[in-house]
């Protein structure tokens, strides 16, 4: 099926990481004009750039309002404009640590480096469909955000407001600019990328963390990216917004014992 999205303006926040880049590749092949953001990742971004046709590698650090503004008019002076974007920038604090112990510091770092930063990208987005009339957002959250996540607090904070309370409230203020416009997410389970890889190459860990799901595997980023496509095409999925899909092998929740 034609996805519809030749030629469309396309967006990727955090395309430098393994998710980013895979849903990158795939609105690339489906004939959309990319724009690959980044912030730490330039080299890989820039290789990313150079392997698609006419993409465009452009860093901001989105967790600060100006540079999130920056990046924007950026997209508006090579593009002209922005049809889609997916929102797939954020971090995972890799160290494990209970609420108990958990310092105020790294609960407002991810809080900004997830929620905030998901916010100003959102906010940005939306301003180019007011000016549009038309636009489709894709955020990404995480299966933290549906059954926590014991030792990151935090994370599964910011994830879950993103796509409860941030989802949907966007998804019905975009129709205010853009009558059909349309906003979903995407909510991963463990994924092989470059933030996870060091975790998941343990054994152990991947056998724990697969005991919950029907099919015992991480996902690779192209199942994700995949699905990012699917929901911001049109053509697709036209008449579905506010809706949240769960890409985790059949995950039904967290193993508390071993």
């Known amino acids: ?15 430098s990481g ?4 895979a849903c990158a590749r795939a609105f690339a092949s489906e004939g959309a004009r990319v724009v690959l953001h980044y912030n730490e990742g330039k080299d890989r971004a820039e290789a990313l750039a150079a392997e698609l046709d006419g993409a465009l590698a452009l860093q901001a650090d989105l967790s600060r309002e100006d540079e999130a503004e920056r990046l924007f008019a ?3 002076d090579a ?3 922005l ?26 770092a991810t809080l900004r480096a997830n929620l905030t930063l998901t916010f100003l990208t959102a906010r940005g987005f939306l301003r180019e469909v007011e000016r549009n009339g038309r636009g489709s957002l894709v955020l990404v959250g995480s299966t933290a955000a549906i059954f926590g996540e014991a030792g990151h607090a935090d994370y599964a904070s910011a994830k879950s407001a993103i796509v409860r309370g941030l989802l949907l409230s ?3 203020e975009i129709v205010r600019i853009a009558p059909h416009g349309r906003v979903n997410a995407v909510c991963p389970g463990w994924t092989l990328s470059p933030m996870t890889r060091s975790t998941l190459e343990d054994p152990s860990v991947l056998e724990r963390a697969t005991k919950t799901m029907a099919l015992r595997k991480a996902a690779d980023p192209e199942d994700v990216a995949r699905q990012v496509v699917v929901l911001a095409s049109n053509e697709i999925s036209g008449h579905v917004t506010g809706q949240v899909v769960v890409v985790a092998g059949g995950m039904e929740g967290r193993l508390l014992h071993a």
């Open 1 to 15: 099926m034609d996805a519809g999205l030749a030629s469309k303006r396309v967006l990727v926040t955090g395309a």
């Open 18 to 21: 393994g998710i980013g880049a």
């Open 74 to 76: 950026s997209c508006r």
């Open 79 to 81: 593009l002209g404009g």
């Open 83 to 108: 049809d889609v974007c997916a929102a797939v920038a954020g971090a995972w604090p890799e160290e494990d640590v209970p609420v108990w112990e958990l310092p105020l510091e790294r609960w407002e």
């Open 170 to 172: 966007l998804k019905n």
